[in-house]
Each structure stands twice: as structure tokens, then as C-alpha cells.
């Protein structure tokens, strides 16, 4: 069974940081992708970031391109959210998700058949 926890949210100010991390279990390849979506209330789950275990590609929301980074530690079994210039707009419930292959559609959650639990990240004013 995948099991996915995610940590590193809290309350920053505007123009402050914030590394999310998750980690993982329970996977047996290596073609997988993991994904960042995020939830505030009254909204849908939106696509945040993704990155492909198999050749690090990356994949960005044109809403924080050139914000923040994902990336990827093999050894440590965990996938991070750098977030940088962070926005009041930001503020949401983060979730790391997982699925066994990429697909084009990887900005969908119905792409993804793991996730976490969500970490709540907040930005004040």
C-alpha cells in the first residue's frame, strides 16, 4: 500500500519561504510521477507542480512558475515544494499525490490514485 505525509506547512508573511516535503512508501518502480495540488475553501483542488521519477521533468501552474520549485531526494524517499515570493493567494490546504505513470493529463487529480493527508500553508498580508 502507497502511503503518502506531507509536512512543512505553517504561517508566513508575504514575500516569505516555505519547504514542503513528502514523503513516501510502498512503491516498487520508478516511472512514477508525484504532484503538489492545493485547496482553498470554496475552491476546486487546483494543480500546483509534478515532476516524473524516471527523467525529473517538471511541470509547473503558470500561478507559481518562476516561485517555486519541486524536486526530489531518491535516497530519503521524498519529494519537496520550494516556495519562494509566497502570496496571500497562496494560502490553501497543500497535498502530495502520487499515480504509477505519467500522463499527459497530470494536471488532473483524476490522474493520481495516492494521496496525502494536506499540510496547511498559510500567507498573511
Known amino acids: 500500500q502507497v502511503q503518502l505525509v506531507e509536512s512543512g506547512g505553517g504561517l508566513v508573511q508575504a514575500g516569505g519561504s516555505l519547504r514542503l516535503s513528502c514523503g513516501f512508501s510502498?512503491?516498487?518502480?520508478?516511472?512514477?510521477?508525484m504532484a503538489w495540488f492545493r485547496q482553498s475553501p470554496g475552491k476546486e483542488r487546483e494543480f500546483v507542480a509534478a515532476i516524473r521519477w524516471n527523467n525529473l521533468s517538471e511541470y509547473y501552474a503558470d500561478s507559481v512558475k518562476g516561485r517555486f520549485t519541486i524536486s526530489r531526494n531518491n535516497g530519503k524517499n521524498t519529494v519537496y515544494l520550494q516556495m519562494n515570493s509566497l502570496k496571500p493567494e497562496d494560502t490553501a490546504v497543500y497535498y502530495c499525490a502520487a499515480d504509477q505513470f505519467y500522463r499527459s493529463t497530470y494536471y488532473y487529480t483524476t490522474s493520481y490514485e495516492y494521496w496525502g493527508q494536506g499540510t496547511q500553508v498559510t500567507v498573511s498580508s
Open positions: 510502498g512503491y516498487t518502480f520508478s516511472n512514477y510521477i
